[in-house]
């Protein structure tokens, strides 16, 4: 695998230099009230009822973009179109390496009317207009498997990669033009000497910060996001409220017992706020999706939780409204009241 | 966290029509339920949830079914996939798998067994009842000696290790 590193584009973020990144002033009074809010289901379209390519197998990635779900199906090598109301509106995709084909579509995002797809296992970036057919000619090669995606303004799109477990570092953010112009890679990978531990660690979450830029959310053990510019460069890190807990766990392997530190298991942007959703312990052994979504401000506050109806693995945020894939791997769509 | 971490090998698929929804059906060993798979009533059933773009999925297909028939277990394997139906079908001409493989594009098995990742492993009694299923968190090796052992306290000691003398 290789990673394109321009000499002059190394604006690492990793954490190593993250203590060089001035803090944000004002983590949260204490005292400050947070408001605690319930979502409830919107009324869609049952699962039962829909078509057989509208069958979300195993969606690991979903987008909302005017007034459109799109949701990445991994197991069937497609994106699928939803209303906002979950209303199906079409699939397109099948497995393959050509044009409107797929290997693992684990990432997807819109931008300026098109679809960008991290297509894992083709090694590249698939972009298609909104009928599924390949636009922009086609997207471009990445030189990695891509993960997520996430449109950064407007001709930017930020790609996520997993490092390869090798005690090396490699860049786990990598951000393009529409054309495949690599602009600059960051968020260097670490190593602690065990694999199955360090992929822990170095896991993460990308929070769009409209076209100002992005957050970087690790999935554990930090408690602080971290704020860059739309063209990469770091801005600051962002301590969160310490009213937002760890979920600690034992991680079941082989050596000394390695506790985790969950932090976030989902993450989203919406008007300026973050949306973090709490991960849960499962059997004391594991984390798994929460249902408590809560709301930072950007001065890493926490102003308000959410109570979800159900566990929820990845979700979108548009005002009221949250679109999630739950634990079962549907659809869900809900409101958020008083 | 750690269970799609470990269930990372997954499969991909095309697109296709699904048994029981009005149209065309699955025939043959590709079945619409497990009911049609195993008969209520039955053998005890052996659910191997899988998906045929995962390697260790297929390791634990086919090595489930080498396990009970080696040792001539009443044990009717039954395959679980969520994919679609030419993927299927595809894997199951490529690799001449003649066992039932229940079709569950509506997740009701994956649900009723609470199936997250693939592979999984749920070996369920005549009545329903189960009896053993795999540890996520275990490796290959692992599940498989986990499965032969719950197996033995049914049915008693396989065929493949009764020259071995009980320690």
Redesign the interface.
């Known amino acids: 695998m290789t990673h394109r590193k321009p000499a002059l584009l190394i604006l690492v973020a990793s954490l190593a230099l993250v203590p060089l990144v001035p803090d944000m002033p004002a983590v949260a009074s204490p005292d400050a009230a947070v408001r605690s809010l319930k979502a409830v289901e919107t009324t869609a379209t049952p699962?039962?009822d829909r078509?057989?390519?509208a069958?979300l197998?195993?969606p690991v990635a979903l987008a909302y973009d005017d007034g459109t779900v799109f949701v990445a199906d991994?197991?069937?090598?497609?994106i699928k179109v939803f209303t906002k109301d979950g209303g199906f509106v079409r699939?397109f995709g099948?497995?393959g390496p050509g044009p409107g084909e797929?290997?693992?579509p684990s990432g997807v995002c819109v931008s300026g009317g098109r679809i960008f797809v991290a297509d894992k296992?083709n090694f590249r970036v698939h972009v298609l207009d909104a009928e599924g057919r390949p636009a922009g000619g086609g997207g471009f090669r990445t030189g990695f498997a891509p993960d997520k995606i996430h449109a950064i303004g407007e001709g930017k799109v930020l790609v996520t990669s997993n490092p390869s477990g090798r005690p090396v570092r490699e860049s786990m953010l990598h951000l393009f033009d529409e054309t495949g112009t690599l602009l600059w890679e960051g968020l260097e990978s670490r190593a602690f000497g065990d694999p199955?531990y360090d992929?822990?660690r170095n896991?993460f979450l990308v929070c769009p910060d409209g076209p100002d830029g992005f957050y970087i959310v690790f999935?554990?053990e930090e408690r602080a996001v971290l704020h860059f510019d739309s063209g990469g460069q770091a801005l600051g890190r962002v301590p969160v409220d310490d009213r937002y807990v760890f979920k600690p766990?034992d991680?079941?392997f082989k050596g000394p017992r390695k506790t985790?530190l969950?932090f976030c298991?989902a993450a989203a942007s919406d008007a300026g706020r973050l949306y973090l959703l709490e991960?849960e312990a499962v059997e004391g052994?594991?984390?798994?999706p929460g249902r408590r979504l809560s709301i930072i401000g950007r001065d890493g506050r926490l102003e308000a939780v959410i109570d979800l109806p159900r566990r929820v693995h990845r979700f979108a945020v548009d005002g009221r409204r949250i679109y999630a894939l739950d634990?079962?791997?549907e659809l869900g769509i809900f409101e958020v009241v008083g | 966290m750690i269970r799609p971490a470990l269930a990372f090998l997954l499969a991909t698929g095309l697109g296709g029509p699904l048994p029981g929804d009005g149209r065309a059906r699955p025939a043959g060993r590709i079945c619409a339920s497990l009911e049609e798979a195993v008969p209520p009533g039955g053998r005890t059933a052996l659910l191997v949830f899988f998906s045929t773009g995962c390697a260790i999925c297929y390791d634990d297909l086919f090595e489930s079914r080498l396990l009970v028939e080696r040792n001539g277990w009443p044990v009717a394997v039954v395959g679980v996939h969520l994919g679609p139906y030419e993927e299927l079908k595809e894997f199951l001409d490529k690799y001449r798998w003649d066992l039932p493989v229940v079709l569950d594009r509506r997740k009701l098995l994956f649900r009723r067994y609470r199936v997250t990742a693939v592979p999984d492993t749920v070996l369920l009694l005549t009545g329903g009842e189960i009896a053993h299923r795999s540890d996520p968190y275990h490796d290959h090796g692992r599940r498989r000696e986990a499965l032969r052992m719950s197996l033995e306290r049914i049915f008693g000691r396989g065929a493949d290790r009764q020259a071995i003398p009980p320690t």
């Open positions: 699962a039962a078509p057989d390519e069958v197998a195993r991994a197991q069937d090598c497609a699939s099948r497995k797929f290997s693992f296992f199955v992929s822990f896991m999935r554990s766990v991680l079941p985790l969950g298991w991960p052994r594991d984390l798994g634990e079962e791997g």
